[in-house]
């Protein structure tokens, strides 16, 4: 039955704030049910923001007097960080509001991105950007005696995610919210994100990142959405006694809470505002008073600190027991927390449940939120009483899967044992889901045991484990690669099983994309000012098709001068940040050769440190006087964290603060070599590093990097790449053309059988890199011993990455960036060419492929 509604109580805000509570058809009565005064009143009300300076003034005063609690006489940058995002929060939760308000009104079918990280960066810029304020922000600010650069660097990152993956993510629901669409983020909030790096006498000291330390005024705490979620415990089967059927019925051994924290994400130009959810553990009972007056002060609080410690850090170290519990733990929490609240969003709508996959989309990325697939079957069969194979079907509609590497190795598994420990009704579920897939693949191909064994979901190893990757495949309807060659491979290498039972339209491929707003427009606004002056306006930042107009200048000198001045004036801000970070003085005039990401050896850091080592080398055999002739000065910079358990990614950084101690501090190489290595690598410092480079590095083992990401943002700033033929490099190098990239290595066909030579023991190490290793050897860099693991895995153990394989073209690459940087106007040209044919690879570009091939989900365009 309709609610009673009372208009003069709903204009005061007594119905307002659960708006979303009410159906589509109870919101249009609510409607019709308040004055025309009011109406006109609340949409007023709900898009005013701030036009001119004065307005934005009283609100940021408003701000630091009222919700602050300070006087402006003793407002430090740091409160007027916060009174500012605050001002402009306000903005945003308004038009969140009409936001949401339409797609229920609508009844639109909705995408839920489901990722465990989510890397954003700083919000206020963002926000400033795409509510088009910051010129505003800028004046008013200014009237009030601060200033906005330094504003903006007291805003810490957000610590929610680690690399690729998680920006991505980030990328993803920007484009969502400027391209209309309706689709909401979920994810975990952590406490202390992944961690805060530092370099203590060249090692990775990890220390926890309390980006939280002073609140977070992007987050609105939704503290009455307390949904419970259980774990361990038993399950018993009943009898229900309307169908005299049995039913399982799962009884959890423990309890947590999972709290709501919503982070509106506004669009460019576009008043649409979605939402990115983030979910933090607590206890159902956060104190026990009895064993605390009993003297058992420990155990007091013992439930609390197990529930915290769910969310209390990104990826905890999963390399004993309690640290996979652990994962496993945040990642059916946030599946089951997000599960529950899209369910419980489709039910107010009164649809039946085939109605599901109609107007609910999920996408999983990565494999880390495959147990929604589980859970989603598990509240359908016990909850709903669903018929089973009529449940899966909704479930496999509803589903899609975004894999991202093709390395058998690197797919997540679980031991059988912890999830039937921590989950005894999901490992039920899913021996039957294996069951209910076997069976039909039997039949498809009967006799073929060999094949079972390959797709089964259930691993027959020792111990037995959960391919969550396989459980992803059956579990969606469509599996998506991120970059051409990465999505070809996945068909004909580890999936290639599942290509034959589903046939190769189940699998497609979404290129990976950046947003134009935050990398270009955010990161190099004096590069976005000059393009939009050519250009005739700034449309290129939604339509980057626009950009290839820019092929019109690439002779018009004082354009290419500008150009130039903007590139050198972003090298010198990374040099004073150097500076900051290391003490290392380096010359902004010279080559800056840069590779910053995750540290792990498929990214083949090693093979960059090997080749600075040689390069070192060489220059040191030079005579003095022919050494400034012969060799282009060059800045070399590495950044990147290291998993905490990941001991040869530590040796890496080791590897390389250890050469740059002796190559920086060496008087007879000055400026002609320099090694830094940037610590805490994140988005705000990617913000200064991608407009700066002249050169990055790309260079993963073909066949390994599923796309990249780092390397659109670097070409898109005007710098141009060494790489391997691998992951989006592929598609890079069509676009901008094959003169305006420098590759290099063996190609993904040709890697299984050189990994088997190397078996064999048919290769030799060339002697380029014995030169390395011989100097490595004598100490040169410190104790050999810190080193020799990484020495051994390229002599001794197989040479998995084949770093020993490219290093000698490696070298050759490097060589010809020398000689073409010689040549400036044509290296600027070559920066404007590749910009200009960047177009492609738009985040927006991405969404718009997702949207009509995956999710069915269209923009809501109408104005909110």
């Keep these: 039955m309709m609610p009673s509604i009372d208009s003069n109580a709903f204009v005061r805000g007594k119905h307002r704030r659960t708006m979303t509570g009410f159906t589509p058809t109870e919101i249009k009565n609510i409607d019709a049910s308040i004055p025309v005064k009011c109406r006109t009143a609340w949409a007023k009300h709900a898009t005013t923001g701030f036009t001119n300076e004065e307005e934005l003034e009283d609100r940021f005063i408003n701000h630091v007097e009222t919700t602050l609690a300070r006087s402006m006489y003793n407002c430090d940058d740091l409160a007027a960080y916060q009174a500012l995002s605050n001002s402009l929060r306000d903005k945003l939760i308004l038009q969140w509001n009409k936001t949401q308000q339409l797609y229920t009104i609508k009844e639109t079918k909705r995408l839920y991105y489901l990722s465990l990280e989510f890397l954003m960066g700083r919000a206020l810029d963002n926000a400033m950007i795409n509510l088009n304020v910051k010129d505003l922000c800028k004046k008013s600010v200014d009237e ?3 200033n906005l650069e330094d504003i903006i660097e007291r805003e810490p990152d ?6 690729g993956l998680g920006r991505l ?10 391209g209309n669409y309706p689709g909401w983020g979920y994810g975990l909030r952590y406490n202390y994100g992944i961690f805060s ?9 990890e220390h926890p990142d309390y980006w939280l330390k002073f609140g977070n005024p992007w987050e609105i705490p939704r503290l009455e959405i307390r949904i419970p979620i259980d774990f361990y415990g038993t399950v018993q089967t009943t009898i229900d006694s309307k169908t005299g059927k049995s039913k399982k019925e799962w009884l959890g051994g423990e309890r947590v809470l999972a709290i709501a924290y919503d982070f509106p994400i506004p669009g460019f130009k576009t008043n649409n505002v979605n939402n990115l959810r983030l979910w933090s553990s607590q206890p159902t009972t956060e104190f026990d008073f009895q064993k605390f007056n009993e003297g058992d002060y420990d155990d007091s609080v013992a439930q609390q600190q197990r529930a915290e410690s769910i969310t209390a850090v990104l990826y905890p170290n999963d390399n004993f027991y309690q640290g996979k519990e652990l994962r496993l733990k945040q990642q059916y929490f946030w599946v089951a927390a997000s599960l529950h609240d899209i369910v419980r969003r489709f039910l107010k709508t009164e649809h039946s449940w085939d109605k599901f996959p109609d107007l609910v989309a999920i996408q999983l990325n990565d494999t880390h939120p495959t147990l929604a697939v589980v859970e989603l079957q598990r509240i359908l069969v016990d909850n709903e009483n669903l018929e089973w194979s009529y449940a899966w079907n909704i479930v496999t509609k509803t589903f899609g899967y975004t894999n991202h590497t093709v390395m058998q190795e690197a797919l997540e598994k679980w031991p059988v044992d912890l999830i039937g420990n921590l989950l005894p009704r999901h490992l039920e579920i899913i021996y039957d889901i294996n069951l209910f897939f076997l069976q039909k693949v039997e039949k498809l191909f009967p006799n073929d045991r060999d094949l079972l064994r390959r797709v089964s979901i259930v691993e027959e190893s020792t111990p037995k484990n959960i391919r969550m990757a396989n459980l992803a495949i059956v579990g969606s309807h469509r599996v998506n690669g991120v970059a051409e060659l990465h999505s070809e491979l996945i068909k004909t290498t580890i999936f290639k099983d599942f290509v034959k039972i589903y046939g190769a339209e189940k699998f497609t491929n979404v290129t990976n994309g950046v947003t134009f707003r935050r990398w270009l427009k955010q990161a190099n606004p004096n590069l976005t000012n000059l393009i939009s002056e050519k250009l005739g306006s700034d449309d290129f930042l939604t339509k980057p098709v626009l950009l290839k107009k820019l092929e019109s200048f690439i002779n018009d000198k004082e354009f290419l001068s500008k150009w130039d001045e903007v590139k050198f004036n972003n090298k010198v801000k990374l040099s004073k940040l150097i500076k900051s970070l290391t003490n290392i003085d380096v010359n902004p005039h010279n080559l800056f050769d840069i590779q910053v990401k995750r540290i792990h050896e498929y990214k083949r850091q090693q093979m960059n440190i090997f080749g600075i080592i040689w390069r070192y080398l060489q220059i040191k055999a030079t005579p003095k006087e022919e050494r400034e002739a012969k060799w282009l000065p060059k800045v070399c910079i590495i950044g990147g964290k290291a998993a905490p358990g990941y001991y040869a990614a530590k040796k890496i950084i080791k590897l390389v603060n250890s050469v740059g101690e002796v190559v920086n501090n060496d008087p007879e190489i000055g400026d002609l070599l320099k090694v830094v290595f940037i610590p805490d690598y994140n988005v705000s410092k990617a913000e200064i590093i991608c407009p700066a480079s002249d050169i990055s590095e790309h260079i993963s083992t073909a066949g390994t990097e599923a796309s990249g990401t780092s390397n659109m943002k670097f070409v898109l700033n005007g710098g141009l790449i060494i790489g391997t033929v691998d992951g989006a490099n592929v598609e890079i190098t069509r676009e901008i053309g094959e003169d305006n990239i420098f590759l290099f290595g063996n190609l993904s066909e040709d890697v299984e059988d050189l990994r088997y030579d190397h078996q064999m023991g048919r290769i030799e190490i060339p ?12 100490g040169t860099f410190g104790d050999y011993g ?14 998995y990455y084949l770093v020993s394989d490219d290093f000698e073209s490696y070298l050759e690459a490097q060589s010809t960036i020398d000689k073409e940087f010689k040549d400036h106007e044509n290296w600027v040209k070559k920066g404007v060419l590749s910009v200009a044919n960047m177009g492609f690879f738009s985040s927006d570009r991405c969404i718009e492929e997702y949207a009509e091939n995956i999710w069915n989900i269209e923009p809501i365009i109408e104005q909110v």
């Design 158 to 163: 957000a610590g929610l995610g680690n690399g």
């Design 169 to 178: 993510a980030a990328c993803f629901i920007d484009s969502l919210s400027t």
């Design 767 to 778: 002697d380029a890199l014995t030169l390395v290793f011989n100097e490595l050897s004598k």
């Design 786 to 799: 810190e080193y020799q693991g990484l020495i051994d895995s390229t002599k001794v153990h197989g040479d």
């Design 197 to 205: 790096q530092k370099i203590i006498n060249g090692y990775q000291v």
């Design 144 to 146: 009030l005696g601060f």
